[in-house]
């Protein structure tokens, strides 16, 4: 693959210095900035010290080290230490183990994952609760309503308060405010600050973090800039260890990130970004800002990537103008900034892959009577797609996961293969629920209904998976019936050493699970008589007999790792309930088995529907994709329209609780706060949605569809069609006609 416009000015002319690559998407930034990261390495322009790569999610990271490995090795360069490719929490983790004893009171100390993160944090907040419960209710908008719905108001309050605090935490430690001095900054401010009660929690939270030896991923941050900043010597190691700093998704950095790489780049720092794919702002501190503000700096040199062969024209000229809507037209002029003036270029003719060609305009447009017609509307069209075009790759972009749950129900109800693309689906779940298979039936060996289970779905092989698609649902109840009420005793163990085949039916010694019993019996025999007393060995010897491959194995070490824990902190614990944690869909362990997959990454398959959300699509591409929900509530366009959220069990002015917390903070420590804060945290939820939208047009390569709904017209809870899909409508259905017109 040739180098295209941009791409080529960078590989070719930067060699240090400030520079900024504003990049469209599919506009291939990974594979220019690996031809960069080479072209610098073959030269030797790095040394002596090494490339750094920055970028934001594992995934990333191991697609750029194969990515730059593959190219030095074309050019005969077999080493990989020439360059180091990480996530900054990586990179931060390095720098941290320079001087632990500063950063921590020992040598000794873990990096909480989310999963205790949350539990941790969870904690903190009944403790806080426990001493301030009417603060806490204070909040809540409980006037006037029954003692049904008070308490139906409390359990939602106590649900999403968590979330606000973790924002809250992760705000300080953003800005290096430690707990004692969050404490300090609210000490004045009234006991039914928001802000207060979560400086208060922030304390208990940091308490609990250093009595268990732990740093969660903001402390990570901190603490390295703090080392950074306050040991010159180790700030000159690192300045001499880089020669060039590159942060890829520099749209996604928030300030700490930023000083973090400014300092130790010096004067070599190359950011390449996005900033119309920015949409993680309003649940993290990344700040678009940042990069737009890099780029205007007047020593930044900038190389603008703007050719992509990902989407076909129709789709391309789609995406063009709503970047052109959005900044000449939309009806609040403060949101008229939410989008660069980026827009796309098709490939050049000559190039080595050709934007994608439809034979009909390729995009259409729907508002539906109701989300139920929605769903059967979306269903139906990737139902048509995936018998008609098998070969093709197809997605369907949801923004909530209450959504995704009514899709999925629909295309099971329809057989319709699908993939739920979350720490929750199937795939990456796979490895903990056939550890709980196997530890429930362990538990329950004279459960016959436990034994169908397990051979179902853990030990069918593969070529046994593929017959049982053909058999039908009447047949497996007969076979579950069966193994539910036969004694497995005398199915493992027989009289005489032989199963007695007389007691079994015909059509069950004829199936695929009876195959799949006979062949693994002494594999079954093996899981039985293991020593139950050591449940950690036990996990391991299941991954081994079972050929867990290499990212199952690593989720069985971890389940293996966490048993003991987990045994020792639920003591009535037996080992059914272990089985039944491992079999829940929201289990302890969904956050690590995401990250695997991450670094796995995944591929869309042909002929299955990929389910999920519009801020999980982004970095992937479908050759079909159906963009849904797009109704005035999930992408608000006027200020008066609904917004999602807002919490609306909350009294009026404590709705929008992040909005309140920074105005509160910015109060706090600037002593004064200018224009209306609710009216800017609106703002920048419109335009973030806006940026969704966008993200979601571009994942498609050669079809697309959008679709919205309108119900309860003239009532208080009416839903309508977001003003995007009203104006993106006017302009397919004009395009389509032009097309038509000239076939």
């Not at 047009?697 to 899909?725: H, K």
Request: glycine share 6%.
């Amino acid at each position: 693959m040739g180098l295209r416009k941009g791409q080529k000015e960078l590989v070719e002319q930067y060699r240090g210095g400030y520079c900024a690559v504003p990049a469209i998407p599919g506009g291939g930034k990974t594979y220019c900035l690996s031809r960069w990261a080479v072209e610098i390495i073959s030269q030797g322009l790095h040394k002596p010290g090494k490339v750094l790569i920055v970028t934001y999610m594992n995934s990333a990271a191991n697609n750029f080290k194969q990515r730059i490995s593959s190219m030095l090795q074309e050019k005969g360069i077999l080493s990989n230490r020439d360059y180091f490719v990480s996530t900054i929490h990586g990179l931060c983790l390095q720098i941290i183990k320079e001087k632990p004893d500063v950063v921590i009171t020992s040598d000794e100390f873990n990096v909480v994952d989310e999963v205790n993160k949350i539990h941790i944090i969870s904690t903190a907040i009944d403790e806080w609760r426990r001493r301030n419960d009417d603060r806490f209710q204070y909040f809540a908008d409980l006037e006037g309503r029954s003692t049904t719905d008070k308490f139906n108001v409390m359990k939602r309050w106590h649900e999403r308060f968590q979330r606000v605090v973790l924002s809250a935490v992760s705000e300080f430690k953003c800005r290096g405010i430690t707990p004692g001095e969050a404490m300090d900054i609210c000490a004045n401010l009234p006991g039914t600050s928001m802000l207060k009660c979560c400086a208060e929690i922030y304390e208990i939270y940091d308490r609990r973090l250093k009595i268990g030896g732990f740093l969660d991923f903001d402390d990570m941050l901190y603490k390295a800039l703090q080392l950074l900043k306050e040991d010159e010597d180790l700030l000159r190691k690192y300045r001499r260890k880089y020669t060039f700093v590159c942060e890829d998704e520099a749209q996604d950095s928030n300030l700490i990130q930023t000083e973090i790489l400014s300092l130790i780049a010096g004067d070599n720092f190359l950011r390449v970004g996005d900033s119309n794919q920015a949409i993680c702002s309003t649940f993290t501190n990344s700040d678009p800002e940042l990069f737009r503000d890099f780029c205007r700096l007047e020593k930044t040199v900038k190389y603008y990537i703007t050719q992509s062969s990902r989407s076909s024209e129709d789709i391309i000229g789609l995406a063009n103008y709503f970047v052109q809507y959005v900044r000449e037209w939309h009806p609040v002029k403060k949101c008229r900034e939410s989008l660069q003036p980026q827009f796309i270029e098709p490939v050049d003719e000559d190039d080595d892959m050709k934007n994608p060609v439809t034979p009909v305009y390729s995009i259409k447009a729907s508002i539906l009577n109701s989300w139920e017609e929605e769903v059967m509307e979306v269903v139906r069209t990737a139902e048509y797609f995936v018998r008609e075009y098998p070969e093709k790759t197809i997605a369907v972009l949801v923004p909530s996961s209450w959504q995704i749950d009514d899709i999925i129900r629909i295309l099971e109800n329809r057989n319709v293969r699908f993939e739920y693309l979350d720490n929750t689906s199937d795939e990456r779940n796979r490895p903990v629920r056939i550890l709980g298979r196997v530890l429930d039936f362990i538990a329950s060996p004279q459960d016959g209904k436990k034994l169908y289970d397990m051979l179902y779905e853990c030990l069918l092989s593969s070529n046994a998976s593929s017959r049982t698609d053909e058999i039908s649902r009447e047949y497996l109840d007969f076979i579950e019936k069966f193994f539910t009420g036969f004694s497995v005793e005398k199915l493992l163990y027989p009289t005489g050493g032989e199963i007695d085949l007389s007691q079994v039916p015909e059509r069950v010694s004829q199936s695929v699970i009876w195959d799949t019993f006979c062949a693994n019996a002494d594999l079954i025999r093996g899981f039985l008589e293991f020593p139950r007393t050591v449940p950690e060995k036990l996990i391991l010897y299941i991954a081994e007999k079972i050929n867990f491959n290499r990212e199952e194995r690593a989720v069985a070490q971890k389940v293996a790792g966490d048993v003991r824990f987990i045994m020792e902190q639920n003591p009535r614990w037996r080992l059914s309930d272990l089985a039944n944690e491992l079999l829940s869909p929201r289990n302890m362990f969904n956050y690590f088995t995401g990250v695997v997959w991450e670094l796995k990454g995944y591929e869309p398959k042909p002929g299955v529907v990929t389910v999920c959300t519009y801020h999980k699509a982004k970095g992937m591409e479908w050759d079909i994709v159906l963009l849904t929900g797009l109704n005035n509530a999930d992408f608000p366009v006027y200020l008066n329209d609904r917004f999602i959220g807002e919490y609306w069990f909350l009294k009026q002015e404590y709705r929008n609780p992040e909005a309140v917390l920074k105005r509160e903070l910015d109060m706090a420590l600037k002593g004064t706060v200018s224009g209306n804060y609710l009216e800017e945290a609106k703002i920048e939820t419109i335009s973030e949605k806006a940026r969704v939208l966008y993200v979601g047009i571009t994942r498609a390569r050669e079809y697309l569809f959008l679709s919205g709904y309108q119900s309860n017209m003239g009532r208080r809870n009416q839903v309508l069609p977001s003003r995007y899909l009203v104006e993106l409508k006017r302009y397919i259905d004009r395009k389509r006609l032009e097309r038509q017109k000239r076939n």
